[in-house]
């Protein structure tokens, strides 16, 4: 468990699979997937379908939830691109519309990737998002990430053409910047 003030970061508990599943997987079309990755398809799902992903997620190292004065807001997460070469990628969601706009998101994913960089052998920590997402770009700007790829009119959504945006910091940018 990590905190700043209100907001924690921690391991996904079995207590927190029906908020997980409330947040993530019961809505048809929720707000949250117009911004995170919206160009590729969202199901819901029941809780009883849920239940065997969700258990395998308990304790795991690459899937947090994020807790805003002790509820259950988001979660931060990490998959390798390429394990061998060390290349991870990160990534963050918050669920709620009521937590945008805040520097929650920063806050949190500082957090997450002091942690990965603490605790893993990674020369470089990124994520991938989209031109239609100017806050996720706006944060990693904060945190001291680089634009490290465009890739134009990647991502077509909503009959428009967008970019897919690669940030990424190295170790030794995010230690001199922390």
Do not use: C
């Not at 605790?119 to 991938?128: D, F």
């Amino acid at each position: 468990m990590i905190s700043d003030q209100e907001l924690t970061i921690r391991p996904l508990q079995e207590k927190d699979l029906p908020r997980v599943w409330e947040l993530v997987y019961k809505e048809e079309q929720p707000e949250w997937k117009k911004w995170d990755a919206p160009y590729y398809p969202h199901e819901s799902i029941s809780y009883a379908d849920f239940l065997p992903t969700g258990q395998k997620w308990i304790g795991n190292d690459d899937f947090w939830v994020i807790e805003v004065q002790g509820t259950v807001r988001g979660t931060v997460s990490y998959y390798w691109e390429h394990e061998p070469s060390r290349w991870l990628e990160v990534g963050i969601v918050f669920h709620e519309a009521g937590s945008w706009g805040r520097g929650l998101g920063t806050r949190a994913l500082k957090l997450w990737v002091e942690h990965l960089f603490r605790t893993m052998p990674l020369v470089r920590i990124g994520y991938s998002t989209w031109s239609g997402n100017a806050r996720m770009i706006r944060i990693g700007e904060k945190l001291g990430m680089q634009m490290e790829a465009r890739i134009r009119k990647a991502r077509y959504y909503n009959g428009q053409y967008y970019d897919s945006i690669r940030m990424g910091i190295l170790r030794e940018e995010w230690e001199q910047a922390n």
